[in-house]
């Protein structure tokens, strides 16, 4: 028993130095490989698709459409730049027409995407949603909002074998991320929830129905300025 207790303490320790060490090690450097990459070169292989190589461009955030910042925070999480992670009041809602309606909807926020695409395995269980949790308080507390928008366009599915804006961008719209304009940025953001139900090279009646709604939605949000307050206050005493 006094082993195991040892081993308990040890393994807790070791689990939070690395989640400080690795999540503040990402805040600084491009997020090259996830977990959903590592299952998609396990699959292409036990296929034998060659031909088909994961497609991912690392680009900063300043080479990346606000068009595209604008269509994400207005479908994905209209309360990005207010919540410190976790969006209770979204929350509350899906459960309500959980209920009410007796389906599943969703209610993560882009930090907790975030979350789940860099450091968590995408098997729903309950384990799985608390790594989330955990490290989504983590990027929220050491990462700004800006960088988590970069990290989170950057390895974003839009499309099997097709990560991050810079290579969806390229392969369907023929033009660098920075070029994207709100109809291409809109029919990105409908093709997340289901990157590989919806096809981007050949937009359903329903997606452009939905890719509609989303242009409609971008423009009741208006122009999203991701920097914090205090960087804003900053700003304006140094000018």
Request: a positive charge; hydrophobic letters at 40%.
């Amino acid at each position: 028993m006094k082993y195991l207790g040892r081993l308990v303490v040890y393994g807790t320790i070791f689990f939070f130095v690395f989640t400080v060490v690795s999540v503040t090690f990402l805040r600084f450097i491009p997020v090259s490989f996830t977990p959903l990459k590592r299952i998609a070169l396990n699959e292409n292989r036990k296929t034998q698709q060659q031909d088909y190589p994961l497609l991912s461009r690392w680009v900063p955030l300043r080479s990346i459409s606000p068009d595209l910042v604008t269509a994400v925070i207005s479908t994905e999480d209209a309360n990005f730049m207010k919540h410190r992670g976790f969006d209770f009041e979204a929350i509350r809602k899906a459960m309500e027409e959980n209920k009410e309606k007796g389906r599943v909807r969703g209610a993560s926020t882009i930090s907790q995407q975030t979350a789940k695409n860099v450091f968590c395995f995408p098997r729903r269980t309950w384990f799985r949603k608390g790594l989330e949790t955990w490290f989504t308080f983590w990027i929220e507390l050491l990462w700004n909002k800006k960088r988590i928008m970069e990290v989170y366009l950057n390895v974003i599915e839009t499309h099997p074998n097709v990560y991050g804006a810079e290579a969806t961008a390229r392969k369907f719209y023929q033009k660098p991320a920075s070029d994207l304009n709100r109809y291409e940025a809109a029919m990105i953001a409908t093709v997340l929830p289901s990157p590989r139900r919806m096809d981007i090279s050949a937009p359903s009646s329903y997606m452009n129905r939905r890719a509609a709604q989303v242009r409609k939605l971008m423009g009741q949000t208006g122009q999203i300025d991701l920097e914090s307050p205090l960087r804003k206050e900053e700003k304006a005493r140094n000018t």
